[in-house]
């Protein structure tokens, strides 16, 4: 996939913020739930960017799932205009969670979406020279599905499972020079 390198470069950035912070943010959501509904969240297995997953090919072992994709959608401005060397771009961010018990990979979307968007939203600056512009990222929930690995082959392994997933949307700015 040819990739524009400052695509690629914020796709990257926003990666790493949430490889770093992920741990200690599922941790936090996890702490207001721990009265009512305690729940495990384990680190994210799999990273991807740019990919379309398909969740038909993936064992249960490679849940969760996240992948992070830009797209330019304000392109840098001329030298003449307002806002030379600034661009925006769409970041959309897809998280698939797995579990067999379909009230669990619900609640798992959901923590996972609230953890993606508390980093988001106390790191602002993502890195230098790129911002988050606007209010709060939103996430959608996906609908569930069942999963059937021995239909899938032999090398995915395991009973049937649940897959849920979510999307969070927001737009970056970004400062050219």
Do not use: C
Not at 31 to 55: E, H, I
Not at 96 to 107: D, F, G, L, S
Not at 136 to 146: G, M, T
């Amino acid at each position: 996939m040819n990739i524009p390198q400052d695509l690629e470069t914020t796709a990257r950035a926003i990666q790493t913020l949430l490889q770093g912070e992920i741990v200690e943010a599922l941790e936090a959501v996890e702490a207001v739930w721990a009265a009512t509904y305690p729940l495990d969240l384990g680190a994210v297995a799999t990273w991807y960017l740019f990919d379309r997953v398909s969740l038909l090919e993936l064992s249960q072992a490679s849940f969760p799932v996240v992948v992070v994709s830009v797209a330019e959608q304000i392109p840098v401005a001329e030298s003449g205009q307002w806002g030379y060397g600034e661009a925006e771009h769409a970041v959309l961010i897809e998280y698939y969670t797995a579990h067999t018990v379909i009230e669990t990979v619900w609640m798992q979307a959901t923590r996972y979406g609230a953890a993606m968007q508390a980093i988001l939203m106390l790191n602002r600056k993502i890195a230098s020279k790129l911002h988050l512009a606007g209010f709060v990222p939103q996430v959608e929930l996906s609908e569930l599905f069942r999963a059937y690995p021995t239909e899938i082959g032999s090398d995915a392994g395991g009973d049937e499972f649940f897959t849920m997933g979510g999307r969070i949307s927001f737009q970056v700015q970004v400062t050219y020079g």
